[in-house]
Each structure stands twice: as C-alpha cells, then as structure tokens.
C-alpha cells in the first residue's frame, strides 16, 4: 500500500500532510504505514431490507418498493426506484400516499426477524472470506484486509461482494481506508457510483482530498445535523474544510468525539481502540409501538415477556448481570378521546442475574403492578438498569450454587445455538399454559405446578417467514 500519510521522507512530523499540528500522531501514523499498515474495509447491504424481501418476491425487481415500520406509520427501507420518485426514509406514510397511488409503488410491512435472520448469513459470508468480522448495524460490518498489496486487496473485496450475492442474493457495497470514518465515505461512492462495481477504495492522499471535497459535512460519520449547522457557522460546508483545519482550531471547535472524527479524516485511524475495548452498556432498552393497540393483559405478558428475552440476551452478550428492571406502558396520545395512562414501575433484583427466567418473572410482576383493564395500550417496554460486570456479582448466601451453575450453562446453549449461522434464532423461549398431567419442566427437569413453564420451541431456519412462536402467559 503507498504511504499517503506523509508526503516527505523525515519522520519527525515538520514535512507531514497534517502540518506541525499533527506532530504527535504523525509519526506513529507513518510507522505504521510503512510497517505495511492494513486497510478497514466497511461493508453496506444496499436498501437491505426491500433487498431481503426481494429474495422471496422477484416480482419486485426493478419496481419501486418501500418498506414500512412495525406499525406501517413511516418508510425505513425505499428501492432506487422509490427513492428516485423522492420517499425519503423517516417520511410519514400518509404525506407519500399519492406518490404511490400514481407510480404504484409497492409496501410492505417490515419483517424484522427475517432481516435478523437473513443478516445472520449474510454477516456468516463475509467471515468466510474476511476472517473476523465487526458488525456494526444489522446491514453493515466492518473488517479489516490483511497486508496484502492493492491487487490483492481489491481482488479480495470484490470475491466478498460477489460471495454475499452469490450466496444469499443481497446486494452490497464495500468502501476501503486506512480509517473506518474513510472505509464509510467510500462505502457511500461505491454504493452511488456504478461505475465502482460496488468496490471503491481510498489509498492514497489524493482520492482522500477529492472525496471529501464532494461531500457535505453532515454526511460524515459521527457528525449528524446539530453537529454540522454549527460546524457551517464556521464557514465549514464540506469535509474537506473541516479535515484541513489546523488541530489547535479544532479542539475549540468541536468535543473529544468530533476530534476523533477529524484526525480519522486525516488517514490516522484512532476509533478502533473504542470498538476494541469491549465497553459495557450501562443500560439497555427493548421498546416497541403496537399497531393495533393492545387492550388484554394477556397480550402485554406476551410483548414484555419477549421484550424481556431479548434485553437479556444483550446483557448476557457483553457479559455482564442486571441488579434492576423497570417496566412501562403507556396509551394513545395521539387519541386524546380515549382514557389516557402512562406508568412505569422499578423493581430490584435480589442479586444481580443475567438470567432470563428470572427477569421475565420480575417483569411480569412489575406490569401486573402497574396494569390497569379496559385501555387501549399503545406502547410497551422494559429497561435494565444498574448493569454490573458478572465478575462482580455478590451472590446471596441462601442462592444454590447448583442452580444458578445449571441456568448459566442454559443460558450460554441457548445463546450459542441463537448466534450460530446454522441455528440463529432458532429457539425462543415461552411462558405457557401446561397440562395438568406434565409435571415436569422442559428446560430445568424439575418439577413444577401445572401453570407457568419455560418452553423452548424450534423455529424451522429454511423458512425464515415464519412467524416466531407466540409467548402465551395466562
């Protein structure tokens, strides 16, 4: 790979692109360069999600396709085709309903376990190539080229994105840089720009420069509108201007993370040591909008319970244990005619647990505390609060060992088979009615009343339409 970091032949920072102001990383950035330093490679699902439902409706190609959030009120996913007709994502259904009366545009209800589960295979495939794989989003990964020369790296950019069609028939696009925040700028002009075959590259000081300088500021990583609307009342309209401001007037300018962004824009990659560090999310959310709205207390069980599942999958993911959970509801604002009612309720674990049947029963009591019959619930969620490392767990001296050893091992098997490209998502757990005559659990083999049981019912994985198995609480 050419070494674009400094244009002179001194390692002491004075010849360097960045100027004396860069003078501390720039020597480092040109050791790494000449030590043959690897490129971060960003790969994107095009409109990933009307490109999954493309996989089972072909029909579809070439027809402009708009796919809708869970309760169908706004557009998430829009072909080129819808795009081109000016849907934008985010865009409320109602203020595009003639637009797709008159080019009869295709919607769709979002089918978001199916995403999951075609985003499973797909990050699988790029594995198969690349090796380790980050996944950043569930339509974006990045990765990291081995230090190969360009041939090599661009020969093996363009197998991965002929290996993901190929093998799970979504389109993609790949962008490579010595940083991630470049790797997504070139992402953006390979999925734009046909005539990049869906592979661009930035590897070289001069294609970093013209690139910038075609786009806005705001369309940087890490930078967003507020960010950008005060970035441009320092005359900064376009990335290049920011890249080439002196790091004296950026430190006044913008905040730690916006600093970070400016010296990945100047070719010094310095955001991997954060997606390195393996951070513990301090809380962790699972919310959702119903549509139609639920009335029965029946079917709020049903929503938190799964709510509940998956927020602990994520804590038990980052390997960490929950010492609280607060459950809401809430109904209609939006029908100020009906009976208005929000609330929300915190309970507190007797000892920190990532385990799920344990917070799904602290769950269910906190929303029968907080229920009220006869309203129409429109919003439903569960929060893990007071997040603790699991090595740090104080357990209670009355608590088996031999349980509480038995449910983490539970625990880790259905999160192996869950994250496994063979079997992903493949078991869901399920509080349900028994018979009278099983007296015994499935899951733990020990004997239980006939009322409440944790079930764990397969999912076919060749059929990824289905719908998953209802959680049915009584």
Known sequence: MQNWFCRGDKNDG?????????????????????????MFGLIDCNNFFVSCERIFRPELEGRPVVVM??????????????????????????????????HN?????????????????VMSTIGSVAGDVEIYSIDEAFIQFPNLDNEGIQAMAREIVRRVHRWTGIPTSLGMAPTRTLAKVAAGFAKKYPSYRNVCAIDNDEKRCKALSLIDIESVWGVGRRLGARLRRYGIVKAIDFADLPETQVGTIVNLTGHRTWKELNG???????????????????????????????????????FMAIAARKLRLQDSCATGISVFIQTNQ????????????????????????????????????????????????????????????????????????????????????????????????????????????VVCGEPVAPCKTLVLRPMPVSDVSLPLPVINLS
Request: with cysteine; net charge positive.
């Open 268 to 306: 010094f990659p310095c955001i991997e040591a954060d997606a390195e560090s393996g951070v513990r999310r301090k809380q962790i959310s699972t919310t959702r909008t119903f549509s139609p709205c639920k009335t029965g207390l029946e079917a709020l069980e049903e929503a938190v319970a799964s």
């Open 105 to 121: 545009v295709a919607t769709i209800s979002g089918n978001h376990r199916m995403y999951g589960d075609i985003s499973a295979r």
């Open 334 to 441: 939006y029908r100020p005619e009906l009976e208005q009612y929000v609330n929300s309720v915190y309970r507190r674990m007797s000892e920190p647990t990532a385990d799920s049947m344990t917070l799904i029963k602290e769950a269910m009591a906190a929303l029968h505390e907080i229920y009220r019959p006869g309203l129409l619930y429109r919003r439903a969620g569960v929060h893990i609060t007071d997040i603790v490392s699991s090595g740090e767990v104080q357990h209670s001296l009355f608590s088996s060992v031999d349980d509480r050893n038995r449910r983490e091992r539970l625990m880790k098997t259905i999160d192996a088979l869950n994250t496994s490209p063979r079997t992903y998502n493949m078991l869901r757990t399920a509080i349900c009615n028994t018979d009278p005559a099983c007296r015994r659990s």
């Open 69 to 102: 959030s869970n309760n169908d009120g706004c557009a998430v996913s829009m072909s080129n085709e819808a795009k081109a007709l000016g849907i934008t994502r985010g865009k409320p259904m109602f203020e595009v309903r003639d637009i797709i009366k008159r």
């Open 14 to 38: 004075t010849d360097c692109c960045h100027g004396n102001f860069f003078q501390l990383y720039v020597c480092v950035a040109c050791e790494r360069a000449l030590k043959g330093f690897a």
